[in-house]
């Protein structure tokens, strides 16, 4: 079983920056993707990036400009640079991977805890 752990998150205020780290269990080489998520109160999970084995990235049109994703083989970790925050940004950040045809976090009860991000002065 493929675990994820999101870290990273905490208090900035608006403007300031935070880096997240997704840390899996095993050997991230092959994943196919690897994305961010995030989710605010009252609000349904919505895609923040993602990343493909090649390299290549796709960002939600909101954070285009300001985050960054990437990703660090050697450590088993993702990452998401957050630059300019806002009050909008404000939420629980996820991560997920599918591997191959194989997604680890599929059902409400797979995505765990998330790592908080809150933005505010």
């Known amino acids: 079983q493929v675990q994820l752990v999101e870290s990273g998150g905490g208090l900035v205020q608006p403007g300031g920056a935070l880096r997240l780290s997704c840390t899996a269990s095993i050997n991230i080489f092959g994943f196919k993707k690897m994305a961010w998520y995030r989710q605010a109160p009252g609000k349904e999970r919505e895609l923040v990036a993602d990343?493909?084995?090649?390299?290549?990235?796709n960002y939600a049109d909101f954070v285009k400009g300001r985050f960054t994703i990437s990703r660090d083989s050697a450590k088993k970790t993702m990452y998401l640079q957050m630059n300019s925050l806002s009050p909008e940004d404000t939420a629980v950040y996820y991560c997920?991977?599918?591997?191959?045809?194989?997604?680890?976090?599929?059902?409400?009860?797979?995505w765990g805890q998330g790592t908080q991000v809150t933005v505010s002065s």
């Open positions: 990343i493909d084995a090649g390299g290549r990235t």
């Open positions: 997920n991977a599918a591997i191959g045809a194989t997604t680890v976090r599929r059902g409400a009860a797979d």
